[in-house]
């Protein structure tokens, strides 16, 4: 399986930014797939999940600011963020759960700066 995240940039606080995670390969047994961040000097955070059911899950951090959806059709994942500040400014993840095999995937990562 692989993952291309795309969407990422710069942006003034309080703007919007849409993230997207193509996933390609064997995706038949992907259950879950997420969102991470990882800023300069800290760990790698989850920021939000959603299951192949719809059913999601978000950091406190980003409640309200940031919408997970997926496109199981189109093997796609979404991560719309809105009212961004700068604190959100970190290299995002698109991460994959292989149920079947116990594995987890991941994506290079996009840039996300937001500058105040």
């Known amino acids: 399986v692989q993952l291309v995240e795309s969407g990422g940039g710069l942006v003034q606080a309080g703007g919007s930014l849409r993230l997207s995670c193509a996933a390609s390969?064997?995706?038949?047994?992907?259950?879950?797939m997420a969102w991470y961040r990882q800023a300069p000097g800290k760990q790698r955070e989850l920021v939000a999940a959603?299951?192949?059911?719809?059913?999601?899950d978000y950091a406190d951090s980003v409640k309200g600011r940031f919408t997970i959806s997926r496109a199981n059709a189109k093997n796609t994942m979404y991560l719309q963020m809105n009212s961004l500040k700068p604190e959100d400014t970190a290299v995002y993840y698109c991460?994959?759960?292989?149920?079947?095999?116990?594995?987890?995937?991941w994506g290079q990562g996009t840039q996300v700066t937001v500058s105040s």
């Open positions: 991460n994959a759960y292989d149920s079947k095999i116990g594995y987890e995937y």
């Open positions: 959603v299951t192949s059911l719809g059913s999601t």
């Open positions: 390969g064997d995706t038949f047994s992907i259950n879950a």
